[in-house]
T-cell receptor, first 112, second 117 residues
Framework: QQQVKQSPQSLIVQKGGISIINCAYE??????FPWYQQFPGKGPALLIA?????SEKKEGRFTISFNKSAKQFSLHIMDSQPGDSATYFC???????????FGGGTRLMVKP | DAGVIQSPRHEVTEMGQEVTLRCKPI?????LFWYRQTMMRGLELLIY????????DSGMPEDRFSAKMPNASFSTLKIQPSEPRDSAVYFC???????????????FGEGSRLTVL
């Protein structure tokens, strides 16, 4: 059972453009929603995260938008750069089980 | 801090051979996770330890897979016998564990790329 659905699977954006990745979850017990960034040959690393009591969180060029009623959240990368080219995973966390459930990943390519 | 350390980084073996992957978590972290990453299935959680005790092994594919955590600073994932469909990148990750307010941030190692011929 895929509890976190992520789209698109791949994304190509021109330098300077906006990259948008979407995720939807099913379990209302999730209490924390991080995004992980993975470069080739490396493990995923935490990029930005949000709790369900806020609708938006911004860190530099990266913004998470969260819609609790729709059980959806998204990552926006403003002014996308070639160095942002990586695989991005959304995830959802249940503190009760201390487990992260990952989405399927989005491979982002930012063209110069 | 050196981060999560995994070995070997690359392993090529023949079908039927035993494979052992090793992980040293970040000191002070009391939760350890083994994930498998493939193009087809993405990141799959195989098993999760808390305070060296296996909590959830429902992701372990079959009896050929086993994982141990004999102490707080070491874990192994063993595949015996290995099969070509086990070819993947295996990640170990650690976190601070179950505490009130803990975000559950995972710190991943760089992975072990396994190829079974």
């Amino acid at each position: 059972q895929q509890q976190v659905k992520q789209s698109p699977q791949s994304l190509i954006v021109q330098k300077g453009g906006i990259s948008i990745i979407n995720c939807a979850y099913e379990n209302t017990a999730f209490d924390y929603f991080p995004w992980y960034q993975q470069f080739p040959g490396k493990g995923p690393a935490l990029l930005i995260a949000i709790r369900p009591d806020v609708s938006e969180k911004k860190e530099g060029r990266f913004t998470i938008s969260f819609n609790k009623s729709a059980k959806q959240f998204s990552l926006h990368i403003m002014d996308s750069q070639p160095g942002d080219s990586a695989t991005y995973f959304c995830a959802a966390h249940r503190n009760a089980g201390n487990m992260l459930t990952f989405g399927g990943g989005t491979r982002l390519m930012v063209k110069p | 801090d050196a981060g999560v350390i995994q070995s070997p980084r690359h392993e090529v073996t023949e079908m039927g051979q035993e494979v052992t992957l090793r992980c040293k978590p970040i000191s002070g972290h009391n939760s350890l996770f083994w994930y498998r990453q493939t193009m087809m299935r993405g990141l799959e959680l195989l098993i999760y330890f808390n305070n060296n005790v296996p909590i959830d092994d429902s992701g372990m594919p079959e009896d050929r897979f086993s994982a141990k955590m004999p102490n707080a600073s070491f874990s192994t994932l063993k595949i015996q016998p290995s099969e070509p469909r086990d070819s993947a990148v295996y990640f170990c990750a650690s976190s601070l564990g179950v505490k009130r307010g803990n975000t559950g941030e995972l710190f991943f190692g760089e992975g072990s790329r396994l190829t079974v011929l």
